[in-house]
Antibody, heavy 126, light 110 residues
Framework: QVQLVQSAAEVLKPGASMRVSCRAP????????IAWVRQAPGQGLEWMGW????????KFAQKFQGRVTMTTDTSTGTAYMEMRSLTSDDTALYYC???????????????????WGPGTQVTVSS | QSALTQPRSLSGSPGQSVTISCTGT?????????VSWYQQRPGQAPQLLLY???KRPSGIPDRFSGSKSGITASLTISGLQAEDEANYFC??????????FGVGTVVTVL
C-alpha cells in the first residue's frame, strides 16, 4: 500500500469550480496511474477518470468529459482534478486511488486499485 | 456506463457465509477477468480485497474468496466475523482504459 495525501475539504457555490489534489511518494508517482473516484452521500463509488504519473496520459468517464481536467506535477508527485460548473449533485467525497502503470502479461492485466487516499469532501451549496 | 448491480444489503450471523453478487454486461464483467473487490468500513477509504476475480493481496484472510460466471462476479465471505461489517464494492475493467464500480453492498453481522 502507498500513502496518498489529499487536499482539504471545500465548500463551494453552484456554478463554481473545484480543484482537489492527491500526492504520492515521489518514487512511486512515476509508476502510477491516479484515478479519481467519487462517492455521493449514501451512494456507491463512481469512477471519474485517471491520469498517468509517468506521461500524463488520461482517460475520462464519458459523463465527465468536457467538465473535468486532470493534470500532474511530477516535481512534487501530485495529481490534480478540476471540475467546473458545479451543482449540488457534485456534493461528494472525492477519492484518489492508485494503480500501477497498466501492463498485461500472461493473459492478465493489472487492473486494480491498490491504494486509496482518505478522500476530500466537496460540498456544493448556495 | 451503468454501475454494476449489487444487492444493497446482506446480513449473516457470526460464522455463517454470505455471498455478494456483482452483475454487469459483456462489455465489463463478462468480457474481462479484471474484477476487483473493495471493503469500505464506516468512515474509512476503500481497501483492496480481491483482484483478478479471485486473487487476494497479502494480508487479506482466505475467508474472502471470489468467482465469476458469465456477466456476474461474486464475493464470498466465509466464517463471518464482526469486523467484516462494511460496505463492499466490486469494480470491473470496461475496455478502452475505463472502469466501472458496483453500487455497493452493506454487510451486517447479526
Amino acid at each position: 500500500q502507498v500513502q496518498l495525501v489529499q487536499s482539504a475539504a471545500e465548500v463551494l457555490k453552484p456554478g463554481a469550480s473545484m480543484r482537489v489534489s492527491c500526492r504520492a511518494p515521489g518514487d512511486i508517482f512515476s509508476d502510477s496511474e491516479i484515478a479519481w473516484v467519487r462517492q455521493a452521500p449514501g451512494q456507491g463509488l463512481e469512477w471519474m477518470g485517471w491520469i498517468s504519473g509517468y506521461n500524463g496520459n488520461r482517460k475520462f468517464a464519458q459523463k465527465f468529459q468536457g467538465r473535468v481536467t486532470m493534470t500532474t506535477d511530477t516535481s512534487t508527485g501530485t495529481a490534480y482534478m478540476e471540475m467546473r460548473s458545479l451543482t449540488s449533485d457534485d456534493t461528494a467525497l472525492y477519492y484518489c486511488a492508485r494503480k500501477e502503470l497498466r501492463y498485461c502479461a500472461g493473459g492478465s492485466c493489472n487492473d486494480w486499485f491498490d491504494s486509496w487516499g482518505p478522500g476530500t469532501q466537496v460540498t456544493v451549496s448556495s | 456506463q451503468s454501475a454494476l448491480t449489487q444487492p444493497r444489503s446482506l446480513s449473516g450471523s457470526p460464522g455463517q457465509s454470505v455471498t455478494i453478487s456483482c452483475t454487469g454486461t459483456s462489455g465489463d464483467v463478462g468480457g474481462y477477468n479484471y474484477v476487483s473487490w473493495y471493503q469500505q468500513r464506516p468512515g474509512q477509504a476503500p481497501q483492496l480485497l480481491l483482484y483478478d476475480v479471485s486473487k487476494r493481496p497479502s494480508g487479506i484472510p482466505d475467508r474472502f474468496s471470489g468467482s465469476k460466471s458469465g456477466i456476474t462476479a461474486s464475493l464470498t465471505i466465509s466464517g463471518l466475523q464482526a469486523e467484516d461489517e462494511a460496505n463492499y464494492f466490486c469494480c470491473s475493467y470496461a475496455g478502452g482504459y475505463t472502469y466501472v464500480f458496483g453500487v455497493g453492498t452493506v454487510v451486517t453481522v447479526l
